[in-house]
C-alpha cells in the first residue's frame, strides 16, 4: 500500500460525457502528479501540481484539466470524453517538487463508451 | 535526459536472482537511475536509484558500472509475486523543471515456478 487513494476505481461512462477522478496524497507529500496509461501510448505524464500550484504540465489535452485543494488532495477533469480517453488514470505523490521517488495510487480505470 | 535501453522480456526461475540491464549510454555526470516496476495495472511501485555508486535496498540491489552508461537490478530471491514490467529511467536531479518520470516500454519480467 503506497498511501495514496484513488477514486473511484473504476468508471464507465458515455462518449461526450465528464468525470472526475480524485486522488488523496501520501500523509506529507505536497506534490501530486497525474499519469494516463492506455494500451497504445504507456504510461504518459499529463500534469503535476504543488502545494496548490500548477508546477508542470505534459501531454494533457485541452478537454483536460485539474487542480489540488488546500487540503492536497487532487481531482483530475476530464469533459467531451471520446473513446481514446478510456485508460488507467494513476496519481502519485512525492514529498518534493523535483522528486523523482514517487509514490503511485491504485488508479482509477475509465471505460469510455 | 538520457536515453534509456531494456531487453523486451526476460524470464527468471523462483528463487533465483533476476538481473535486469538498463543501457543508458548517453547519461550526464548530474543525471540518477531509477528503476519502478509496475505489476498487472496497478500503479508503479518505486524500487530504487541512484547516481554512481551500487544502491540496496530491502527490494533490490542497483548496480551501476563505472562508466555510469548501463546498469543492473538486481532482485536477489526472485518470486512469483515479482512478474512485472520493470522500467529503468534515466533523470536528472535538481536541476530540471519538472519532477515527472518518462516511462518507456520496460522489460517484462516472468518469474516461473
Known amino acids: 500500500d503506497s498511501g495514496v487513494t484513488q477514486t473511484p476505481k473504476h468508471l464507465i461512462t458515455a462518449t461526450g460525457q465528464r468525470v472526475t477522478l480524485r486522488c488523496s496524497p501520501r500523509s506529507g507529500d505536497l506534490s501530486v502528479y497525474w499519469y494516463q496509461q492506455s494500451l497504445d501510448q504507456g504510461l504518459q505524464f499529463l500534469i503535476q501540481?504543488?502545494?496548490?500550484?500548477?508546477?508542470a504540465k505534459g501531454n494533457i489535452l485541452e478537454r483536460f484539466s485539474a487542480q489540488q485543494f488546500p487540503d492536497l488532495h487532487s481531482e483530475l477533469n476530464l469533459s467531451s470524453l471520446e473513446l481514446g480517453d478510456s485508460a488507467l488514470y494513476f496519481c502519485?505523490?512525492?514529498?518534493?517538487?523535483?522528486?523523482?521517488?514517487?509514490?503511485f495510487g491504485p488508479g482509477t480505470r475509465l471505460t469510455v463508451t | 535526459d538520457a536515453k534509456t535501453t531494456q531487453p523486451t522480456s526476460m524470464d527468471c526461475a523462483e528463487g533465483r536472482a533476476a538481473n535486469l540491464p538498463c543501457n543508458h549510454s548517453t547519461i550526464s555526470g548530474n543525471e540518477y537511475v531509477y528503476w519502478y516496476r509496475q505489476i498487472h495495472s496497478q500503479g508503479p511501485q518505486y524500487i530504487i536509484h541512484?547516481?554512481?555508486n551500487n544502491e540496496t535496498n530491502e527490494m533490490a540491489s542497483l548496480i551501476i558500472t563505472e562508466d555510469r552508461k548501463s546498469s543492473t537490478l538486481i532482485l536477489p530471491h526472485a518470486t512469483l509475486r515479482d512478474t512485472a514490467v520493470y522500467y529503468c529511467?534515466?533523470?536528472?536531479?535538481?536541476?530540471?523543471?519538472?519532477?515527472?518520470?518518462?516511462f518507456g516500454k520496460g522489460t517484462k519480467l516472468s518469474v516461473k515456478p
Open positions: 501540481y504543488y502545494n496548490g500550484e500548477e508546477r
Open positions: 541512484g547516481l554512481k
Open positions: 502519485a505523490s512525492s514529498r518534493d517538487p523535483l522528486s523523482y521517488e514517487q509514490y
Open positions: 529511467i534515466v533523470r536528472r536531479y535538481y536541476g530540471g523543471s519538472q519532477g515527472n518520470l518518462i
